[in-house]
């Protein structure tokens, strides 16, 4: 009778473990699960389990302790990315309007007979005067796109978006003795996109391919939204290629940019929910941007 009452109360005390093991999985699924909830949004709500277990409660003090400093840390962050926005974007608008005066008179210089030394000295001013009117430019709008400024989804045709922005790129590359190789599809590929934010994401692509080309480029759309821009490049490499989305990132052929052109690609694209990355290989340089079907 013994061995009997011995063998039940340890079949007892396995079952009554294997509840408590069953029941501490459960609160430590639920505890993921609420900690990827929290992690995923700008909640204040502390990780909750329904369970006396002290060991899983401690746990779960702990992380909304650590969450706690991580909203902390995340709100600070967010504030001061804020300020710095706001700040150049006062800064170029400031810049704009004595830019815009210090052309004026430039430009009366140009009417005046100079020499040919003071006529030398404009000139340089004058290509000075471009470059910080084009820096101001994209620092303003890099603040646009960065400041999460409202974007206007409609049906947007991706084929005739990039044809457009080719034909404004069409005299630059004339310049440069470009003719590009495009490829495109027959119909229309429609996307509900900001028609603007494409055009602007195109045309700082094609900018930056004319920047480091070294003599070709070419463009191709496909059926399911995927552009691709490529040239040859051989003053790249796949480390500066890589970090070309950099924030304020040129190589020492782009010296005439702040750099901000794919920075501001890239956060457009994610916004309206595409992909965009850079490749190199074989010394040519791949953007490939992809807008999904939603």
């Known amino acids: 009778m013994l061995p009997w009452l011995i063998c039940g109360a340890l079949a007892l005390a396995a079952l009554v473990l294997l509840a408590r093991l069953l029941l501490l999985r459960r609160s430590l699924d639920e505890m993921v699960r609420q900690l990827e909830e929290r992690l995923s949004q700008d909640t204040n709500s502390p990780i909750f389990l329904p369970t006396r277990d002290a060991h899983a409660r401690k746990l779960a003090s702990e992380l909304n302790l650590h969450l706690k ?20 974007t006062n800064i170029s608008h ?9 052309q004026g ?12 030394g003071a006529r030398r000295y404009l000139d340089s001013i004058q290509n000075r005067m471009a470059a910080m009117t084009r820096l101001t430019e994209e620092l303003f709008r890099y603040s646009l796109a960065a400041g999460r400024q409202e974007l206007l989804p409609e049906e947007v045709d991706l084929r005739r978006c990039l044809e457009e922005s080719l034909v404004s790129f069409y005299a630059a590359m004339g310049g440069r003795g470009i003719v590009p190789d495009i490829s495109l599809p027959q119909g229309p590929v429609v996307r509900t996109l900001d028609p603007s934010a494409v055009g602007r994401i195109f045309g700082n692509i094609i900018s930056n391919a004319l920047k480091y080309s070294d003599g070709d480029f070419s463009a191709s759309l496909d059926e399911s939204g995927t552009a691709v821009f490529s040239n040859a490049a051989r003053a790249l490499d796949p480390v500066s290629a890589a970090r070309l989305f950099d924030r304020f990132y040129t190589v020492e052929t782009g010296r005439g940019s702040t750099g901000l052109g794919l920075s501001i690609a890239r956060q457009l694209t994610e916004r ?11 010394a040519r340089l791949y953007i490939t941007v992809h807008f999904p079907k939603t």
Not at 69 to 87: C, P, S, V
Not at 105 to 116: A, I, V
């Open 69 to 88: 400093d991580l909203r902390r840390q995340r709100q600070k962050f967010q504030q001061g990315d804020a300020e710095l926005k706001a700040a150049v």
């Open 94 to 102: 400031d810049l704009r309007t004595p830019l815009t005066a210090m």
């Open 105 to 116: 008179y430039l430009d009366l210089l140009e009417r005046e007979e100079l020499s040919p």
């Open 272 to 282: 309206m929910g595409g992909t965009i990355r850079a490749d190199y290989e074989q």
